[in-house]
């Protein structure tokens, strides 16, 4: 399997977005950037907030894009570009609404199921489905109509708790992830629940 080269973490821009739980990517990605003594700083050219780290004696790219949701596919393209990156080299980390908050899941390629991030990076890869997926459960509120009201509101403390506590096994789980042991990586954070 390809090595992950660069992590990005999907969310809405601004500070009224910040703590919603469509931001769940962003903050896995904005926590790496404090594990690797990095601050993520604004890269005009990436159409986001970028940061070179080393995680586990691997280098990776930070990328928190600051277009809306649905437009992060040019900022996941203009990395991939400048740094000759293949999709299967990526792993997007992205809030999910069929998994319970305080569990998360690494996926390998497959469609967007109906994420409007996911779908914006698909057709900006050229139709690339390739890329790593790690899903960060926010759970979903029981009926369709009011999904978009859910993820751009704040998760509750308990709620919030358990999508920290799954973003740390997250990161418990990344240098097996980075190193190519997708089976171990998968194995760990699967099994974990807060």
Not at 24 to 48: C, D, I, T
Not at 108 to 113: L, M, N, P, V
Not at 155 to 175: F, M, N, R
Request: proline share 5%.
């Amino acid at each position: 399997m390809p090595q992950i080269k660069a992590i990005i973490g999907l969310g809405n821009p601004g500070a009224e977005y910040e703590a919603t739980r469509h931001n769940a990517g962003a903050w896995l990605v904005q926590a790496l950037a404090r594990r690797g003594l990095s601050e993520l700083r604004p890269e005009k050219k990436f159409l986001g907030r970028y940061a070179k780290v080393r995680l586990d004696g691997h280098e990776v790219h930070l990328l928190e894009p600051t277009t809306f949701m649905n437009r992060s596919g040019g900022a996941v393209a203009a990395l991939c570009h400048f740094y000759k990156l293949a999709p299967d080299e990526l792993l997007v980390a992205h809030d999910e609404l069929d998994i319970a908050p305080g569990t998360a899941r690494y996926k390998s390629g497959g469609g967007h199921g109906g994420h409007n991030g996911l779908r914006d990076i698909i057709s900006a890869l050229g139709n690339d489905k390739a890329f790593h997926r790690l899903r960060i459960g926010i759970g979903h509120p029981g009926s369709a109509k009011q999904v978009v009201n859910y993820v751009l509101s704040r998760p509750g403390k308990a709620e919030l708790a358990a999508i920290e506590a799954a973003l740390d096994e997250i990161q418990a789980t990344l240098p097996d992830a980075l190193a190519g042991d997708w089976a171990r990586a998968m194995n760990r954070l699967h099994g974990f629940s807060a």
